[in-house]
């Protein structure tokens, strides 16, 4: 049962209603309801206006999928109607990409359609009296401003919505003169209990029930049985009809705000009539129709407005894209600069050459704010001058034995970094490259061909299977002398202990090992037992056993160099990914996450790897502040990491250098 109040604001409104028409009262914003005869209908016997007494326009039955396409269901029966059949229900909700349809939502489906129609409602936008009722308490707070901003939005989007009501006798009219179907917005259980008038006494049938909104199609009319033939889509009937009486009692159900739209299915006649408009004069009072525009005319907009649709000015928001002038003559620093606003993965590598140029310029004096409970040496201005950031340079075997293993010696030469992370074979490529040359080849040469020369191919790189036979003439005694350090001196190995012996053995400039040790820069490995050097190892094992490699004190290491950075800022430099990139992200994530992150690789994170995954992620799992400065270069690191070098440390060592000369 309805509450008392309920009931009484629904006895008000019809009184206001009735009240509104004594006195000829009405607005452009508020319902108006205008009374007038029926031009077709006198004495209940059917007026002979040019109009038949029967039409019906053949639309086909369409059956929802689920208890909320009733309306797109009706709007695919309209389509089909007006000879739109490559349409389907999927297609008409993924353009809707929503699941709670309002009437505004079927208008502007039929508009992208180019289907004339005209909408009726007596309240403009979603009425807020609703909020309290059953039906739209949980929903209606969601959709409020979304369906309030189509409401708004529908003018400019050529949808015109006559604010007022549409009676049956209207519909009726339109319908006989066969150009007209209309979908309406009923009470569902109004609609479906409409057999009762006939069968149950008057006063026994309690219409208290709950409203369910729901979506019909209106598609003829019969003036001398009183009925309307209809298309339902919650049905299981192709054809229905209903009579007069309950289609209006379904219609004007409180909620469904008298919710039509008036669909002119004619062709033929390219002025169509857009507006209902009322007049009186001494001789009839009826149904005028007044064309407002073409269909070619009302398309036209329609494509235009959206075609042309006014932008959001990006003037000093945004670069302007512009590339380098040659004809300024070739000028590198400028032409690297340029990058920044060209565009593409282009612009990724002018961000990246951006943010490493932050990191070098950092200092603690940056900060203006300083922590109350910092040592009194934080506080001098002096010490607050000489802390840098903090960077951590990571990446894969591949690099190293290409020429990138150059660039990366030059910044580990100059220590421009601070913590190196690699793998294996980012480890023994190097030396290798110390007792024997990498070559060129092709990405195309046969597996067969080269295993039968003794040539192992690393993308388009060939290493001779006699580098690998040096790199263990070379190593294997050092082992040796390792295992007798630790049982006669108990020696504790860890992997960047390792390491750096190697890099003290191998005694050459070449070497970014060598001038890691040279340099007190940690290189940590933590897949120590993967490739040529875990060969070895194993190798060695079978000779003499008994050498021990401790991971945990160099994962405490590790960890250790991002925590106790503070008060300095981190930075992470990440060459392809893999076990480095995820070993420096995880060791920062110690500290609340990197103030800085470049990442180059062409890894997509589609596959849900680490590898590929942007620093978004990262920041996501604290690994990378929410604040920080990131960015990803998707590109081959052995063409953008030199140019970045370049525009980078090498351009600030060199400034340095001239500085120091000239002082």
């Given at each position: ?51 038949p ?36 229900l ?56 979304r ?7 529908a ?105 039509l739209?008036?669909?002119?299915l004619?062709?033929k ?49 945004c ?39 932050q ?31 903090k ?12 020429g990138?293993?150059?660039?990366i ?14 793998t ?37 790189l ?5 580098n ?57 490995c ?93 920041v996501?799992?604290g ?12 590109c ?6 030199p ?21």
């Amino acid at each position: 049962m309805w509450p008392l109040c309920f009931l009484l604001n629904k006895l008000l409104r019809v009184e206001e209603r009735n009240q509104g028409r004594l006195e000829g009262h009405g607005d452009s914003t508020s319902p108006r309801y205008c009374q007038f005869d029926d031009p077709l209908v006198s004495d209940g016997k059917y007026r002979d206006a040019g109009l038949p007494s029967f039409s019906h326009i053949e639309v086909p039955h369409v059956h929802q999928l689920a208890s909320w396409d009733c309306g797109l269901a009706c709007v695919l029966m309209v389509l089909r109607a007006s000879g739109i059949a490559s349409c389907t229900l999927e297609d008409l909700a993924e353009i809707c990409s929503t699941n709670s349809i309002w009437t505004v939502d079927l208008a502007y489906l039929l508009q992208k359609f180019c289907v004339e129609f005209s909408y009726y409602t007596i309240t403009f936008g979603a009425n807020p009296n609703y909020s309290i009722e059953e039906f739209y308490k949980e929903q209606l707070p969601e959709d409020l401003v979304r369906v309030d901003l189509l409401f708004r939005k529908a003018h400019e989007s050529g949808i015109i919505i006559q604010c007022r009501s549409v009676s049956i006798h209207e519909i009726s009219c339109l319908l006989l003169s066969g150009n007209y179907i209309a979908i309406a917005l009923v009470d569902q259980d109004k609609l479906s209990k409409s057999w009762l008038e006939e069968v149950i006494v008057a006063g026994l049938h309690s219409s208290d029930s709950c409203y369910t909104g729901h979506y019909i199609v209106i598609c003829g009319y019969d003036a001398v049985r009183d009925e309307f033939e209809i298309r339902d889509p919650a049905s299981s009937k192709i054809h229905e009809r209903i009579s007069s009486k309950c289609l209006e009692n379904a219609r004007k159900s409180f909620g469904t705000d008298e919710d039509l739209l008036l669909i002119n299915l004619v062709n033929k006649n390219p002025r169509t009539p857009k507006t209902l408009h009322y007049t009186s004069s001494s001789r009839s009072r009826g149904i005028n129709f007044v064309t407002e525009a073409t269909m070619e005319d009302r398309v036209f907009s329609s494509v235009h407005s959206t075609v042309f649709k006014e932008s959001e000015s990006l003037e000093g928001k945004c670069d302007k894209i512009e590339g380098y002038d040659f004809n300024q003559g070739v000028n590198y620093p400028k032409l690297m600069r340029s990058m920044l606003t060209t565009g593409f993965q282009a612009s990724n590598l002018g961000e990246a050459i951006d943010f490493v140029n932050q990191m070098l310029d950092w200092r603690l004096a940056d900060e203006t704010t300083v922590a109350e409970d910092c040592s009194e040496e934080e506080k001098d201005p002096s010490y607050r001058e000489s802390v840098k950031c903090k960077i951590f340079l990571g990446f894969t075997s591949n690099l190293v034995s290409s020429g990138v293993r150059d660039t990366i010696r030059y910044l580990v030469q100059h220590h421009m970094v601070d913590v190196i992370v690699t793998t294996t074979g980012g480890v023994e490529e190097d030396l290798i490259k110390c007792l024997a040359p990498t070559f060129k080849g092709d990405f195309s040469l046969p597996g067969a061909y080269l295993r039968s020369k003794g040539l192992n191919r690393i993308g388009n790189l060939l290493v001779p299977n006699d580098n690998y036979c040096k790199f263990e003439d070379w190593i294997i005694p050092i082992f040796d002398e390792m295992l007798k350090e630790q049982k006669e001196e108990n020696v504790l190995w860890t992997p960047s202990k390792l390491l750096a012996r190697l890099g003290k053995e191998i005694n050459n400039e070449s070497s970014y090992l060598y001038w890691a040790y040279k340099m007190n820069i940690p290189v940590f490995c933590p897949g120590l037992t993967d490739g040529s050097l875990g060969d070895m190892l194993y190798f060695h094992s079978f000779r003499t056993s008994g050498l021990i490699i401790d991971v945990v004190q160099d994962i405490r290491a590790m960890n250790g160099e991002a925590v106790h950075a503070t008060p300095r800022k981190t930075g992470m430099i990440i060459l392809g990914g893999g076990l480095p990139k995820h070993h420096i992200c995880n060791a920062n994530m110690m500290r609340n996450g990197a103030d800085y992150a470049v990442f180059i690789n062409t890894g997509q994170e589609f596959d849900g790897s680490d590898s590929g995954a942007r620093p978004d992620e990262a920041v996501s799992w604290g690994k990378i502040r929410g604040s920080a400065k990131t960015v990803k270069v998707y590109c081959d690191a052995t063409i953008a990491f030199p140019l970045l070098v370049a525009e980078t440390f090498a351009t600030k060592r060199d400034q340095t250098c001239e500085s120091k000369i000239k002082n």
